[in-house]
């Protein structure tokens, strides 16, 4: 098995695309060890010390390491916790929590076609370039034209998420969406 690496634009993430599927469906997002018990893979990559984050997209791993952690001290052991993961044969996720993770919250109301339509944007243009950066964007609500918005993998904390919110993603949404004031970030 050969796992390629890809740089991301936040210095502290890596992309690891093992060559096969890691997310049937969806997205995972574990901003914390506490936060895998339900993935032995983002189990095995949290074992690796300086690791702070995992994140899982269709076809790739992102990880993100601590301030005081070098690429060059842990990237071989990640890489080989990747390995082992997918040559045991133990699924990404447990039981369950094996549907998507990720997608859209729900929302109804007299805003209803709005929101289907800043999804479908979402969607369309917006989350498959967040992805190639090893990252994924997810819909949290729509109020009084502020559209909320949850960024994950290498795109939380990236130094470049403000700019690609309010830059990119707010002048796509308020070009075809005239109701679109202001997009926000939310945690999770």
């Known amino acids: ?112 076609d709005i929101v289907d339509q800043i999804k479908e944007l979402l969607d369309t243009r917006v989350r498959p370039a967040v992805a190639q950066d090893g990252g994924d964007i997810t819909f949290h609500g729509f109020d009084r034209g502020v559209v909320y918005l949850h960024m994950q993998g290498a795109c939380a904390g990236c130094p470049s998420s403000t700019i690609t919110l309010k830059m990119g993603i707010e002048n796509l949404l308020r070009h075809y969406i005239p109701e679109v004031t202001e997009v926000r970030p939310v945690a999770a």
């Open 1 to 112: 098995m050969f796992i390629q690496t890809e740089s991301t634009p936040n210095p502290a993430t890596l992309k690891f695309l093992p060559g096969q599927t890691v997310m049937a469906a969806g997205t995972a997002d574990f901003p914390s060890a506490d936060a895998a018990h339900s993935s032995p893979l983002a189990q095995r990559v949290f074992a690796v010390d300086g690791v702070s984050g995992v994140f899982f997209g269709p076809d790739f791993v992102t990880v993100t390491k601590t301030d005081a952690t070098e690429w060059d001290h842990i990237k071989p052991a990640i890489l080989g916790a990747i390995m082992e993961h997918f040559q045991s044969g133990a699924p990404v996720m447990d039981g369950a929590d094996s549907a998507a993770a990720g997608g859209h919250a729900d929302h109804s109301g007299e805003d209803s």
